[in-house]
């Protein structure tokens, strides 16, 4: 088993206007860039600064290509339902373009349902509307004629529709993801069920993992990420830490079917949560015991839920790549980067119509 190559994810959350938010999260991107964070991934969230504050993630992932040198731009995730599929092929291949061919294209069915309907999409069609922009995606992609024309897009895409990553919080949907041979995320905000609020996220997780391995199809490498929020601080700013984390986190987890937060301990929060939230040594030992882990191939560690200023932000980044990583063994560095660049490479004599009709490894679940 490979060691999980280190990466970043942000939701652009801080309490400050929109363009400070984004000076934040390119900043953000360029340090771990310079500690050798393989990944940098941000989230789309449209309609307001609450859940999260990035409409355009293309937009400021071509400002991030200018700014760095290795490390991988993430989409986590485009809600594709909601998007046209054709212009999400066209915008990615052009940021693949300007960074040098270092894309990871995250995409997924769901989203916030309320953003729906001012894009004339119905939510409870959001399934129906995924397959079909995903075939769309696909094509556009690979070079086809999009929807039955001879029309394809420029620049051409080269192989980064080997380069798809699909989000789910179920076994299914891991399976839909292992069949195509595209990558596996996974959000540190899996749903447990009502009254199982002291399961470990990895119970959850592990399965989805385990249905997505068994249909791979033959030579297609698994690419797993592991969404987590982590803050590194100092010893001195541990109490500052935790008295940022609180209120974010009993918000979070008031989000919890059956979960008392109003009346939960702090450290009551961190579990429920799955917060990793201390000093070096405290937030090792916590991750050491996520069995998830060292079943990815690649983790991402936001801040969020935390209100954790810039600064603090930056140290943790620091903190993760230089004393966390080491003892947890997360790769990092010019190595991580390329793996991941590379990841993809075992599928590119397929197609992704060859993927799907292909014999998988084992069993369907």
């Known amino acids: 088993m490979t060691r999980p190559r280190l990466g970043l994810f942000t939701r652009l959350l801080e309490e400050a206007p929109a363009a400070d938010r984004y000076r934040f999260a390119l900043e953000q991107i360029a340090r771990a860039d310079e500690l050798g964070f393989a990944s940098a991934w941000v989230a789309q ?61 995250g995409i997924a ?25 995903l075939e769309v995606l696909r094509d556009a992609l690979a070079g086809r004629g999009v929807r039955g024309t001879d029309s394809r897009i420029y620049p051409a895409a080269g192989d980064l529709g080997q380069r ?36 470990p996220l990895h119970e959850l997780q592990l399965p989805i993992i385990e249905a997505y391995r068994a249909v791979l199809p033959d030579g297609a490498a ?26 974010g986190l009993r918000q979070l987890a008031a989000l919890q079917p059956g979960f008392d937060a109003a009346g939960a301990t702090l450290a009551q929060l961190i579990a429920v949560t799955d917060t990793h939230v201390g000093t070096v040594e405290e937030v090792a030992e916590s991750l050491a015991a996520d069995a998830t882990l060292p079943q990815a191939t690649d983790v991402s560690f936001q801040v969020h839920s935390i209100a954790a200023p810039h600064e603090m932000t930056l140290r943790s980044l620091e903190l993760l790549a230089t004393e966390v990583a080491p003892r947890v063994g997360f790769a990092t560095g ?15 004599s397929a197609s992704p119509t060859d993927l799907a009709t292909s014999t998988p490894k084992g069993p369907a679940a």
């Open 334 to 348: 010019v190595e991580a980067a390329e793996a991941l660049r590379t990841a993809h490479r075992d599928l590119s």
């Open 222 to 247: 698994p690419r797993i990420l592991a969404s987590r929020t982590a803050l590194v601080v100092d010893p001195a700013d541990r109490p500052r830490a935790l008295e940022l984390a609180e209120p």
């Open 109 to 133: 069915a769901g989203g916030t349902p309320g953003s729906f309907p001012a894009f004339g999409r119905d939510p409870s069609a959001r399934r129906e509307l995924f397959a079909d922009h």
């Open 164 to 199: 798809i990553w699909q989000a789910t919080f179920s076994v299914d949907g891991g399976r839909r993801a292992g069949e195509t041979g595209d990558g596996l995320l996974l959000s540190r905000t899996q749903p447990r069920p009502e009254g199982e609020h002291d399961r």
């Open 45 to 105: 969230h449209h309609f307001g600064e609450h859940e999260g504050g990035l409409p355009s993630p293309f937009v400021l992932l071509a400002a991030a290509a200018q700014r760095t040198r290795r490390i991988a731009l993430g989409t986590a995730v485009v809600t594709l339902p909601i998007d046209d599929p054709l212009r999400v092929a066209e915008d990615a291949a052009v940021l693949d373009a300007l960074s040098g061919e270092r894309v990871q294209l």
